[in-house]
Every structure is written in structure tokens, then in C-alpha cells.
């Protein structure tokens, strides 16, 4: 994992160029309102105003005419929309501050919209992915990394799958065309760890992995 505060990427997404026969199969960021509807729960938000602006004209429009019981019932919507409109406003800036990259060697998470960070996950330290599609098309990629890569479930959040706090598991989420980037994934993984490991011979007999 690397971090730069003064760094200007020379590919945007990545810290740095790749190295010599690494590639860039894919790249792209979260989209916006499956972000907001999944990570920040913003369909759960519209029901919730929506039962309280329901209620509230229920419980007035006996005690009133139409018209007020209606009047009534505004404030509840309007403060609903403001919420709403903040959490879309959350979601717009992380999806901008987001950039996945999949490569023939890695998959590199540059995240984080007030510190930024960029995170490199090698195949040989990945285990399994597991992808959740949706009905849009849109789907989250979910990673189990092996016990060598550690990285907190705060530091990560919304790049996160939900709910795993024990094991935290990176995530690519909410992107879109998610069973298209899924395959290349598997593909690009399939092919680097099934290519032997070349170990280099340096002089006195020393051995370097390469």
C-alpha cells in the first residue's frame, strides 16, 4: 500500500507508471447512485421521510382540511430531500475520488475524497472474489485477501464488502458493467498465477526471486 500526499499520478489511478510488461486491462470508478442506494443506504432514507410524511398527514387530516393536512405533511419531505440530496452529494464525491485499476499483475484502489490513498493488491495475495450483481447491470467485486495483506474496514470504507469487520475484504463497488470486469479479473488473475516464478541466480550463488 502506498501514499504520496504530493505525488502527481502519471496515470490516473496509479502512484506511479507500471514496470516494464505490465499492462492496464480496465479502469473505471463506482457509479454514483448505486453507490448512494448501496454504501450510504439512500433508498432505505426515501422510505423512512416517506413513512413519516405519510403518518404525520394521517394523523392530521381529521383534525384539519385537506389543504393544511397536506401543508403539514411539507416539512417532512422537503427535510427528507436535503438529506437525500447530502447523501448523494457523499456518494458523488467518493465515486470522483475513486479509481480502479485491474493490470496483468495487480488490482490498485486509489480511494479516499480527504485522504487519499492508494492501495496494490497482487493475485498471488488474493484468494477468492466474489461478485454481487444487480438487476442494472451495476455489482460490487469483493476480494478475500490472504493473511498477509491486513487493512482496516474504516480506512477502506465504502470499498469495502458489507459487514465484514473480522476479515475485512476489499471491494470494487458499484461499478458499472460488473459481470464484463469481473471476467477480465478472473482471466488476468488465472494467467499470472498460473505463470511459473522466475527465480534469478546473482553472482556468489545468492538467489533473487523476481
Given at each position: 500500500m502506498s501514499h504520496d500526499d504530493f505525488a502527481v499520478e502519471p496515470i490516473e489511478g496509479l502512484p506511479e507508471r507500471p514496470p516494464e510488461g505490465e499492462q492496464i486491462l480496465w479502469q473505471g470508478r463506482p457509479d454514483t447512485l448505486a453507490l448512494a442506494r448501496e454504501a450510504l443506504n439512500l433508498n432505505w432514507i426515501i422510505g423512512y421521510f416517506g413513512l413519516l410524511a405519510a403518518w404525520r398527514f394521517i394523523s392530521v387530516m381529521d383534525l384539519m382540511p385537506i389543504g393544511?393536512?397536506?401543508?403539514?405533511?411539507?416539512?417532512?419531505?422537503?427535510?427528507?430531500?436535503i438529506v437525500c440530496a447530502l447523501l448523494y452529494g457523499v456518494a458523488l464525491i467518493q465515486a470522483r475520488a475513486t479509481m480502479y485499476t485491474i493490470t496483468t499483475s495487480r488490482i490498485a484502489m486509489r480511494i479516499g475524497a480527504a485522504l487519499t490513498l492508494t492501495i496494490n493488491l497482487p493475485y498471488r495475495e488474493l484468494g477468492k472474489a466474489a461478485l454481487d450483481l444487480r438487476k442494472n447491470g451495476t455489482g460490487t467485486i469483493a476480494l478475500d485477501t490472504t493473511g498477509k495483506t491486513k487493512i482496516s474496514y474504516l480506512v477502506l470504507w465504502p470499498h469495502a464488502r458489507p459487514w465484514r469487520f473480522g476479515s475485512t475484504q476489499p471491494a470494487l463497488r458499484c461499478i458499472p458493467d460488473a459481470e464484463n470486469v469481473a471476467r477480465i479479473l478472473a482471466d488476468a488473475a488465472e494467467a499470472r498465477i498460473s505463470t511459473p516464478q522466475v527465480t534469478r541466480v546473482a553472482p556468489g550463488g545468492a538467489v533473487a526471486a523476481e
Open positions: 393544511q393536512a397536506i401543508g403539514a405533511t411539507v416539512p417532512f419531505l422537503i427535510l427528507g430531500a
